[in-house]
T-cell receptor, first 118, second 114 residues
Framework: AQSVTQLDSQVPVFEEAPVELRCNYS??????LFWYVQYPNQGLQLLLK??????LVKGINGFEAEFNKSQTSFHLRKPSVHISDTAEYFC????????????????FGKGTLLTVNP | EAQVTQNPRYLITVTGKKLTVTCSQN?????MSWYRQDPGLGLRQIYY???????DKGDVPEGYKVSRKEKRNFPLILESPSPNQTSLYFC?????????????FGSGTQLSVL
């Protein structure tokens, strides 16, 4: 079974500071990893995803994440945040069951609320 | 514009009064799903559908029903709502599998059961 843990429920930072939101997953097989963002009073939007290839993935709005297989982590980073980055961020994991697999399960973490203060 | 549309946006009801939350997508997506979001619990999947007439339970299906008679629509039905179903509900869709494709989310339905 797959699971995902977001280590921080809330992360407050000041504007223009760097930020890292942590995500660890549990799976014994190959995984796909995602970060979704939820702005206030909106649905979730895809920020970035890792399927294969380069372990450093770049997403929208200047965010990037690094897949680390040995540490089973997929931390999200941004070198300089803006007020508009205030939102809840969700890490999600799915398990690759092969090209003919029937897996439709995407498991979300509990979310990290990023608050950017002036 | 490509979108997932949920209605209503806000709903207040009483225990036991049947209700339906509608969801429609205009992207010809095969996969559709319902989630509920609760503070401290994140997103939990209620039901999903891989295509017309094909549905399956998610992690928290008790007290809910769904149907997929048409590709674009995936309504969520609460036959006898209870206060523990007070939550923020999201409908989502993807072209095929959400496991390696982008999920598109609706704007949410805030349900209060008194």
């Amino acid at each position: 079974a797959q699971s995902v843990t977001q280590l921080d429920s809330q992360v407050p930072v000041f504007e223009e500071a760097p930020v890292e939101l942590r995500c660890n997953y549990s799976s014994s097989v190959s995984v796909y990893l995602f970060w979704y963002v939820q702005y206030p009073n909106q649905g979730l939007q895809l920020l970035l995803k890792y399927l294969s290839g380069s372990t450093l993935v770049k997403g929208i709005n200047g965010f990037e994440a690094e897949f680390n297989k040995s540490q089973t982590s997929f931390h999200l980073r941004k070198p300089s945040v803006h007020i508009s980055d205030t939102a809840e961020y969700f890490c999600a994991v799915s398990v690759w069951h092969g090209s003919g697999g029937s897996n439709y399960k995407l498991t979300f973490g509990k979310g990290t609320l990023l608050t950017v203060n002036p | 514009e490509a979108q997932v549309t949920q209605n209503p946006r806000y709903l207040i009801t009483v225990t036991g009064k049947k209700l339906t939350v509608t969801c429609s997508q205009n992207m010809n997506h095969e996969y559709m799903s319902w989630y509920r979001q609760d503070p401290g619990l994140g997103l939990r999947q209620i039901y999903y559908s891989m295509n017309v007439e094909v549905t399956d339970k998610g992690d928290v299906p008790e007290g809910y029903k769904v149907s997929r008679k048409e590709k674009r629509n995936f309504p969520l039905i609460l036959e006898s709502p209870s206060p523990n179903q007070t939550s923020l509900y999201f409908c989502a869709s993807s072209l095929r599998r959400p496991t390696n494709e982008k999920l598109f989310f609706g704007s949410g339905t805030q349900l209060s059961v008194l």
